[in-house]
């Protein structure tokens, strides 16, 4: 019964290949987001949906995608990956907007090599 | 947009001794504070947060402690136990429409006993 559930846990991949993380929160919450953790822990959002609307796009490169089917679900996907994308991307949920608390994911190490 | 300074980066303490971090935000219109704790290998979790319309907030041995006018705030844990090792996260953000919340680099505590 895991609140924020990513998957994969890990995915090693080649550059200029293309991969998906899905995430799904039983939480019943209306607002989704996804984080990208570089190396040195610096912690940086990349969007935000709420109720499958995007809220926050931030400066992302149009290689990645996410994609909201329904509120309850925020899949990100990455064209051409490059070596700098290698990261743990971590998917979070709030009640609402403006509402404070993150309920973080276990997060998906991506490695590109 | 937000920026937030966090420091120090390492902070290595003696069991039961007290550990404190601080941080300063850039964006006077920010109103919460979250801290966030993240175990080796696992996801961020709040541990305290603080609204602006407070100085001071405390959970045990936890407090936070914000100054509106210096644009800064703190984390202080007393007593402090090997568990507490981890690396510790500020964040700043606008409760009102879409949150973004902006972190800091975080900062590793080690509790040596």
């Known amino acids: 019964d895991t609140a924020v559930s990513q998957t994969p846990k890990y995915l090693v991949t080649q550059m200029g290949n293309d991969k998906s993380i899905k995430c799904e929160q039983n939480l019943g919450h209306d607002t989704m987001y996804w984080y990208k953790q570089d190396s040195k822990k610096f912690l940086k959002i990349m969007f935000s949906y709420n109720n499958k609307e995007l809220i926050i796009n931030e400066t992302v490169p149009n290689r990645f995608s996410p994609k909201s089917p329904d509120k309850a679900h925020l899949n990100l996907h990455i064209n051409s990956l490059e070596l700098g994308d290698s990261a743990v991307y971590f998917c979070a949920s709030s009640p609402w907007l403006g509402t404070g608390e993150l309920f973080f994911g276990e997060g998906s190490r991506l490695t590109v090599l | 947009g937000e920026n937030v300074e966090q420091h120090p980066s390492t902070l290595s303490v003696q069991e039961g001794d007290s550990a404190v971090i601080k941080c300063t935000y850039s964006?006077?219109?920010?109103?919460?504070f979250p801290w966030y704790k993240q175990e080796l290998g696992k996801r961020p979790q709040l541990i305290i947060d603080?609204?602006?319309?407070?100085g001071e907030k405390k959970d045990q041995r936890i407090a936070v402690t914000l100054n509106k006018t210096a644009k800064h705030f703190s984390l202080h844990i007393t007593e402090t136990q090997p568990e507490d090792s981890a690396v510790y996260f500020c964040?700043?953000?606008?409760?009102?429409?879409?949150?973004?919340?902006?972190f800091g680099q975080g900062t590793r505590l080690t509790i040596n006993p």
């Open positions: 964006d006077s219109a920010s109103n919460y």
């Open positions: 603080i609204r602006s319309n407070v």
């Open positions: 964040a700043a953000s606008l409760i009102q429409g879409a949150q973004k919340l902006v």
